[in-house]
């Protein structure tokens, strides 16, 4: 089957894992008959997002109500109202209907005291959704690593779920972030390999390895011919957090504009499916499957597995993609007060890659001959290949000691296998404006880690302040091995190309090896008192990172520790406001040596940032307003002694500095019932502060000024078009400077991105669950150059693209 799938339009699935929790069918059924659910002791808050998320009811509850009040683990059983009563004894609330007959209010018992030591933010939970309503993530597990509401943090994070990634029709992570505040994708063009994303001014996708899968950071490599990177298939995700500014209080080496957390579909406690099939423009031939539900009648076992494949042709002339992932999951309840779930997943991609290094002469420039568009090829069809293998298997583990004392535990074993067969240019157009000059090479990169992260939980009541004590140690292991070859190629004419130039090329040698790890111990504390809440975070890393050159038979060992911290405070006013301020620190290693074999320091990060955020009592919406600066020291920038040599050149030393200033505006909104809106507008500006070069003052690469999206989306009511749902985005962003000498400049961009959405069940009951979709990127079609970063390397940006997807859930 693994070979197969290269002359095959598509290969069969054997199952998907489960859809969000929030989808409805199977839920409504549950609920009718009886519920039969067990929740682990927790915060009364998240006791009721999990209840009614498992039950498919709507639970709404002013601020206050729920403020510092606590659940223990409980099994609740029989219909909804009395499993609410089970799940509120002993707090002082009630659940009464609404009056609309759909869902629960919370209200104080007559004569009882609900006071509490903290207010949260307002409980909203809903157990179903139809694309329109539910897209807003209430709380964060990868901001604190622990459950802590968006309104809470004092930082600003995004949280883009399984709804909200179907409503724009993201099919990556990339795609899931289009319409968040202070991020940047595809500013590298149109890539099939990675998800390449920045925040803030700094590159948090998969080649800066700061996308992260299940809070664990995965494998990987940027350091040109041994780059490798993961991608993940957007079908198993079940939410995207972006998480901005400097992180390394809890995750360690991570770059100061912040990181991306990724997470992995998982076993759900109700039986539900899904399967699916889509196609698009370029002749996408995809199927999804998606299972998941209980094992015995008790719940003690849950079960997920979600698989997709397809195949399809690409907007680069002779590139085709084919994909199989498969990812099954198990999870192990024995008690309420502890759970252990098995993540495992594969995934085979076979094809070429959409990712091309273009000349500017013919792109950027136009020649006597004009300019050559964005689906040229400079490779051969009969040579070029990027083949990758994925697979990992590891576990998230927890359990509750008591409703104060929890502990966690993450482990995963990951391995990339990649195999590129590269044809590329060699400089820019030859003076005759339409030669090109390449050369091929073969590289062979095997990238496989370790990573484990365990913390405890401690809540405790000090004075008047209640505490959460977070303690962890998290341990990262890495090794790289790299085999090459390069070879010869004729040249090629861009505006009227003839493949078929036959490659010279021997047998990859192994070239080079690099083991690194990392261990860090880190400890947080969120404090609440009446209604302020503040964070406080340490940590300290030690990182070790060896590198042989197999060629010269080089050995160099570097050694790295690094102090970080943050500390921010929110004040939650009863109205829904919360203003908040914060200020954190970040590291990153850097491989090299300056004159005398002096180690280069590790860069640094700082930010301060200042913002509010608003959640209306009892809505789903969430604005949020930030403003922010930082600043990254310790860059290398050319030595200014010229008798210092490395290596025959120039030396480097770490006194250059990158600044970043932005103000960030995101809101996800639940205008009306049928109206949704998800707006974000971004004002950025970037500096080299410090430098020996002639960079000094200029703007950092691939840094807009301004940016602003906006998605509306609309679901008819059931007397004008019942079933019907449409969505309209626009995305712009400003011109850009690729390149750090601020001589490639590309042009501002507006894109225009479309949906329109028909639950089947409303044409005919035997439909029911069945569900189309139509969406479109690029609607208008518009060619483009996302940027340029030198001669030889211009990137167009994707065009338009519509995809049509087809259903069943049960």
């Known amino acids: 089957m693994l070979g197969a799938i290269r002359k095959t339009s598509a290969s069969l699935l054997l199952g998907t894992c489960a859809a969000a929790l929030t989808l409805a069918h199977p839920i409504d059924a549950r609920a009718a008959s009886g519920i039969d659910i067990t929740l682990p002791a927790t915060t009364l808050q998240d006791a009721l997002l999990q209840f009614g998320q498992a039950s498919g009811t709507t639970i709404i509850s002013d601020p206050a109500l729920t403020a510092g009040k606590r659940s223990p683990a409980v099994r609740l059983q029989g219909g909804v109202g009395e499993s609410l009563r089970q799940l509120l004894q002993g707090s002082g609330l009630q659940a009464v209907p609404n009056t609309n007959g759909e869902g629960y209010r919370l209200e104080r018992q007559p004569h009882s005291d609900a006071g509490g030591v903290a207010t949260l933010s307002a409980v909203t939970v809903t157990g179903r959704t139809d694309g329109n309503v539910g897209v807003l993530g209430l709380s964060s597990s990868a901001g604190a690593k622990t459950d802590t509401p968006l309104l809470e943090s004092a930082q600003s994070i995004s949280v883009i779920n399984r709804d909200l990634m179907d409503m724009i029709g993201a099919k990556s992570t990339a795609e899931a972030l289009r319409y968040s505040a202070g991020v940047n994708v595809g500013g590298y063009g149109v890539d099939s390999r990675v998800d390449e994303i920045s925040v803030r001014g700094f590159r948090t996708g998969s080649f800066a390895n700061n996308l992260y899968l299940d809070g664990l950071r995965p494998p990987g490599s940027s350091s040109g011919a041994t780059a490798s990177a993961t991608q993940f298939d957007g079908y198993g995700l079940e939410r995207v ?129 004009g300019r050559f568009g964005s689906d040229r090829f400079l490779g051969e069809p009969a040579f070029s290949a990027y083949d990758r293998t994925q697979y990992s298997i590891g576990y998230l583990f927890s359990h509750q000691f008591s409703d104060r004392v929890k502990i966690n535990q993450g482990v995963r074993y990951m391995r990339v296998d990649t195999d590129n067969s590269s044809v590329a240019r060699q400089g820019d157009l030859q003076p005759d404006g339409r030669t090109l000059r390449r050369t091929a090479s073969i590289s062979q990169i095997r990238s496989e880690g370790f990573t484990v992260d365990t913390n405890a939980e401690v809540g405790f009541r000090l004075g008047e302040t209640d505490h959460t004590v977070l303690t962890g140690l998290d341990y990262r292991t890495q090794t790289i091995r790299v085999q090459q070859a390069t070879g010869t190629v004729g040249s090629l004419d861009v505006f009227n190309p003839v493949y078929g130039s036959p490659v010279k090329i021997g047998s990859p040698v192994p070239t080079r090896r690099s083991d690194s790890d990392q261990i860090g111990l880190y400890t947080q504390d969120q404090i609440r008192w009446g209604q302020w809440t503040a964070t406080v975070g340490l940590r300290h890393d030690w990182s070790h990172d060896n590198a042989l050159v197999r060629s010269t038979g080089a050995s160099t060992r570097y050694a790295d520790e690094a102090t970080t911290w943050r500390a921010g405070v929110v004040y939650l006013f009863e109205n829904g406001l919360a203003p908040y301020a914060s200020y954190a620190t970040s590291f990153e290693p850097v491989n090299g040596v300056g004159y005398g074999g002096q180690p280069f320091k590790p860069t640094e990060g700082k930010q ?15 604005v949020t307003l930030s403003a922010y600066e930082i600043r990254q020291q310790n860059i290398t920038t050319p030595d200014p002694d010229p008798t210092h040599l490395c290596d025959g050149s120039l030396c480097q030393v770490q006194t250059g500095e990158g600044r970043v200033r932005g103000l960030e505006l995101e809101g996800n909104l639940a205008l009306t019932d049928n109206l949704t809106m998800v707006a974000s507008a971004t004002l950025m500006n970037s500096k080299v502060t410090q430098s020996n070069s002639t960079d000094l003052g200029k703007q950092l690469p691939r840094v807009p000024r301004r940016s602003a999206n906006v998605w509306l989306d609309y679901r008819f009511d059931q007397s004008v078009l019942p079933g019907v749902s449409v969505g309209l985005g626009l995305r712009h962003v400003s011109a850009s400077y690729g390149d750090s000498a601020n001589e490639y400049r590309t042009g501002a961009l507006n894109l225009v991105d479309a949906a329109v959405r028909y639950d089947m069940g409303n044409l005919n009951p035997a439909f029911k669950g069945m569900k189309f979709s139509l969406n479109a990127t690029n609607l208008a079609d518009k060619e483009y150059l996302a940027s340029c970063s030198g001669a030889a390397s211009c990137y167009y940006g994707a065009r338009r693209s519509i995809t049509a997807n087809l259903n069943y859930a049960w």
């Not at 076979?350 to 500017?360: I, N, V």
């Open 241 to 369: 957090e972006v998480l901005r500014g400097p992180s390394s209080v809890l995750y360690g080496q991570i770059a100061p504009g912040g990181l991306v957390n990724a997470t992995s579909k998982r076993p759900t406690d109700y039986a539900r499916g899904e399967i699916g099939v889509s196609t698009d423009n370029y002749g996408l031939a995809r199927l999804n499957a998606d299972v998941s539900g209980p094992l015995d009648e008790e719940g003690k076992w849950l079960y997920r597995v979600v698989g997709t494949g397809y195949h399809t042709e690409t907007q680069v002339d002779h590139i085709d993609l084919n994909r199989v992932m498969f990812a099954p999951s198990l999870t192990w309840r024995p008690s309420a007060s502890t759970s252990l779930t098995l993540l495992t997943n594969y995934q085979q991609d076979r094809g070429g890659s959409t990712y091309q290094f273009l000349p500017s002469h013919g792109t950027y420039f136009a020649t006597q001959y």
């Open 608 to 622: 301060a940032e200042v913002g509010i955020k608003y959640q209306p009592p009892g809505s789903r919406s969430l």
